[in-house]
């Protein structure tokens, strides 16, 4: 077990999951930019019972029927997301205290991605949900 910690700009809300496992990749769809505003956001994607929120309590919103976002309700910082199925926790990279812990392995919702944004990586793209992910 790889246990992270994580949590909120202002640090009402602090959190910890096990990168051991994870799925982590890009995320380029149009709620996932408007959400956190950025052009792009970086997603590590673990089980449920690999995740804890140790201190503080996230605000939600669901975001579609099918996920549900948690966020700071001081500062505003998305933390976490979670599938209506159960199935997994999505954390936002970006919410790691060691920013150079995970990385991203591939692209997902690419067919949304801005196309003045190029990330020249080589890593695998999908035009909507990675095969994985399905």
């Known amino acids: ?4 910690s994580g949590g909120c700009l202002c640090g009402r809300v602090r959190y910890e999951a096990d990168s051991y496992g ?3 990749d890009y995320c380029h769809c149009d709620t996932c930019r408007r959400s956190t505003g950025g052009a792009t956001v ?3 994607q673990v089980r449920p019972d690999r ?7 996230a605000a939600t919103h669901a975001s579609s029927p099918e996920m549900v976002r948690s966020f700071c309700g001081a500062c505003g910082s ?3 997301m979670t599938d209506a199925k159960g199935r997994s926790v999505g954390v936002t990279v970006g919410t790691l205290d060691d920013k150079t812990a995970v990385a991203p392995a591939a692209h997902g919702w690419d067919g949304d991605r801005p ?3 190029c ?3 080589g890593l695998p793209r999908f035009s909507a949900d990675p095969d994985y992910d399905n």
């Open 22 to 24: 994870a799925i982590v």
């Open 51 to 57: 995740f804890r929120v140790v201190s503080g309590e």
């Open 1 to 4: 077990m790889a246990w992270l």
């Open 115 to 117: 196309s003045w944004l």
């Open 42 to 44: 970086a997603w590590m």
């Open 119 to 121: 990330l020249a990586d």
């Open 78 to 80: 998305q933390l976490f």
